[in-house]
């Protein structure tokens, strides 16, 4: 969950006043007070365009661009027509942000990739956004490139990324920066393919965040919540429904990868669900459900480790869903661990958020009021073990 006050999250579980702001940028920027471009007749000073109902900003862990914008906005004096009016799809960005009066929660940057008019001239535009992943997937090779075994993981993330961002902030979490690849790569089309494999066979996730900065971190703590999504007195849960699916549920996971040299067997690890009581049990009625992960980014035993502990890690648990509609807080975040509780009597479940819709608008376009939806993953008590260690 973004820092934000303790009057603020007091603040949203409270009938409050909300407030957004969207910028305009037509300069890259990084940050959370990017200044903003003008745009005529709606926003003369550049400090924000007007956001209406149906607006949102929705964040999904299984997609290649974690955050996506659907904004509904003023369209007096739009044109279509390249370099007449700044809301167009040529490299136009929006900043946007949702909170209290006095307190803005930064929800990151979106590249404008529609924007409709069904009732010009002076109609309302809706656009549709993705947030800064969304380029480095498009930006495909146009011939290959070579890296050599002894570069290392940040100077390969630095050529690829500044070769569609120049001005791009990239952040390790960790010294994963100043380890060398171990054997020679060539990329030889899929920019952001290489990159994520680079990042998932070292165990991390990397994704675009609200400052605009491309970050390579771990999964954060998963047994610690940091919100209640509860009903009743100061509760958030407005409506929920619970679902059991297995499909995408896996207890197991084969990493596979290639020695840094010809003299040494390549890398190959399987880790396991091996705990008794998890529905999931290696060794249960559940069955034998393994995930094969390969990458000739997996060179040594203990990132081989590290990479099939956190993909398993990310997709392990009871295959137990909630979809929910809350209190509006935008300062939770895809991966955020939380608890919930359905009734007073209830118990306390702890959930990871896989998909989450935050409201920038009061109503939801369909004449109702905008509340945050969500789904989840339960988590549940795991052991895991690791054999076939090799290379």
């Known amino acids: 969950m973004r820092d934000v006050t303790a009057a603020f999250l007091t603040a949203v579980r409270q009938s409050h006043p909300m407030q957004t702001r969207v910028r305009v940028l037509t300069k890259f920027q990084t940050g959370i007070n990017p200044a903003a471009t003008p745009v005529p007749v709606i926003d003369e000073e550049g400090t924000g365009i007007p956001v209406e109902d149906g607006s949102s900003v929705t964040y999904d862990v299984t997609a290649d661009t974690l955050a996506s ?20 799809p040529y490299g136009t960005e929006v900043f946007v942000e949702r909170g209290i009066p006095g307190e803005l929660v930064p929800l990151g940057y979106y590249r404008l990739n529609s924007v409709n ?10 656009i549709q956004g993705q947030d800064r992943m969304a380029k480095i997937v498009d930006a495909q090779l146009t011939a290959p490139v070579q890296f050599t075994s002894t570069q290392t993981v940040g100077s390969v993330f630095q050529q690829l990324v500044t070769d569609v961002y120049p ?23 899929d920019r952001y393919g290489f990159l994520r494999d680079l990042a998932s066979s070292n165990g991390k996730l990397m994704y675009f965040d609200h400052r605009g900065v491309l970050v390579i971190r ?43 040299d010809g003299d040494n067997p390549a890398v190959r690890i399987v880790v396991y669900d091996a705990n008794p009581q ?13 995930y094969f992960l390969s990458s000739p980014n997996l060179t040594r035993t203990e990132q081989a480790i590290s990479a099939a502990r956190a993909t398993l890690e ?8 909630a979809d929910f509609t809350k209190v509006p807080n935008p300062a939770l ?20 958020i896989q998909t989450l819709a935050v409201p920038l608008s009061a109503g939801d376009g369909a004449g109702s009021p905008a509340g945050m939806t969500g789904t989840t993953r339960e988590r549940t008590t795991v052991r895991i073990a690791v054999e076939g260690v090799s290379g």
């Open 333 to 352: 975040e895809a991966w955020d661990p939380i608890t919930v509780k359905y009734t007073d009597r209830s118990a306390r479940e702890v959930h990871v």
């Open 278 to 290: 998890s529905p999931t049990y290696w060794e249960g009625p559940f069955g034998k459900v393994p």
């Open 218 to 260: 771990s999964l954060p703590d998963l047994t610690k919540p940091v919100w209640d999504v509860t009903s009743g007195a100061n509760g958030v849960l407005v409506e929920a429904s619970r679902s059991i699916d297995r499909q995408g549920v896996f207890n197991a996971v084969v990493a596979e990868g290639e020695a840094p």
């Open 69 to 88: 914008l659907t904004l509904t906005t003023d369209g007096a004096g739009w044109d279509p027509k390249p370099g007449r009016h700044p809301l167009q």
């Open 314 to 321: 990310r997709n392990l648990g009871l295959p137990y869903y």
């Open 167 to 189: 001005q791009a902030v990239i952040e390790f979490d960790d010294d994963l920066d100043g380890q060398i690849l171990g054997r020679a790569q060539v990329v030889d089309q």
């Open 117 to 126: 008019q069904t009732q010009p001239p002076a109609g309302p535009l809706t």
